[in-house]
T-cell receptor
Framework: KQEVTQIPAALSVPEGENLVLNCSFTDSAIYNLQWFRQDPGKGLTSLLLIQSSQREQTSGRLNASLDKSSGRSTLYIAASQPGDSATYLCAVFNDYKLSFGAGTTVTVRA | SQTIHQWPATLVQPVGSPLSLECTVEGTSNPNLYWYRQAAGRGLQLLFYSVGIGQISSEVPQNLSASRPQDRQFILSSKKLLLSDSGFYLC??????????FGQGTRLTVV
C-alpha cells in the first residue's frame, strides 16, 4: 500500500522568504505526482503535475522536483506572499489511485 | 473546457437518515472518477473510484456505497448515516496521464 508523508506538518514564515515543502512516498512505481493547494473549507486546486519520467516542473514562482528512485518530491515557492497561506498537499498516482499526504499548512506573515 | 460539479455544498442530516451526494463532470468522456473524505484536521481518504460505467472499486469497508449510472455521473450514498460519516466529501476526475481535478466539496454534518 502506498504511504505518502509530508514534512513539516506546519510552517510559518515572514513574507518574502522562500518555502520548501517535502513529500515522500514508499512505492516508487508511480505514474505521476501532483501538488495541490487547499484553502480552508474549499476544494483542491492543482498546482503542478510531474510525470514519472520528469525531474522537475515549474510554474511561475513554484518549482517542484521529483526523485522517483528515492521516493521524494520537493515543492519550492519563491518569495512567499501572504496569499500563499494555505495547506499544500502532495499526491502520487499508481494503480488507478491518487494517494495523499496529510499536507503542510503554510502561514506567510505580512 | 472540463468542469466538475458537486452538490450540495453543505448538508446537515440526522443519524439514521439516507444520503445522496452527486458529482458530474462536463467536457470529457470516460473519466476516472473518485470520492474522497477529509475528516477534520486529517488527510484525504479514498473511498471509491470508478474507471467506467457500473464499475466501482471500494477502498474502505464502511457505511457508504457509490454508483456510476452514467459516464460522467458519480453518486455517493448511504442508507443510514452514522455520526462518524461527518466530514468533507470531495469528488475528483482524471483521464489518462493528466492532472486530477477536484470539485468544491460537500460539508456533511451528521447530528
Amino acid at each position: 500500500k502506498q504511504e505518502v508523508t509530508q514534512i513539516p506538518a506546519a510552517l510559518s514564515v515572514p513574507e518574502g522568504e522562500n518555502l520548501v515543502l517535502n513529500c515522500s512516498f514508499t512505492d516508487s512505481a508511480i505514474y505521476n505526482l501532483q501538488w495541490f493547494r487547499q484553502d480552508p473549507g474549499k476544494g483542491l486546486t492543482s498546482l503542478l503535475l510531474i510525470q514519472s519520467s520528469q525531474r522537475e516542473q515549474t510554474s511561475g514562482r513554484l518549482n517542484a522536483s521529483l526523485d522517483k528512485s528515492s521516493g521524494r518530491s520537493t515543492l519550492y515557492i519563491a518569495a512567499s506572499q501572504p496569499g500563499d497561506s494555505a495547506t499544500y498537499l502532495c499526491a502520487v498516482f499508481n494503480d488507478y489511485k491518487l494517494s495523499f499526504g496529510a499536507g503542510t499548512t503554510v502561514t506567510v506573515r505580512a | 473546457s472540463q468542469t466538475i460539479h458537486q452538490w450540495p455544498a453543505t448538508l446537515v442530516q440526522p443519524v439514521g437518515s439516507p444520503l445522496s451526494l452527486e458529482c458530474t463532470v462536463e467536457g470529457t468522456s470516460n473519466p476516472n472518477l473518485y470520492w474522497y473524505r477529509q475528516a477534520a484536521g486529517r488527510g484525504l481518504q479514498l473511498l471509491f473510484y470508478s474507471v467506467g460505467i457500473g464499475q466501482i472499486s471500494s477502498e474502505v469497508p464502511q457505511n457508504l456505497s457509490a454508483s456510476r449510472p452514467q459516464d460522467r455521473q458519480f453518486i455517493l450514498s448511504s442508507k443510514k448515516l452514522l455520526l462518524s460519516d461527518s466530514g468533507f466529501y470531495l469528488c475528483a476526475w482524471r483521464q489518462g496521464g493528466t492532472e486530477a481535478f477536484f470539485g468544491q466539496g460537500t460539508r456533511l454534518t451528521v447530528v
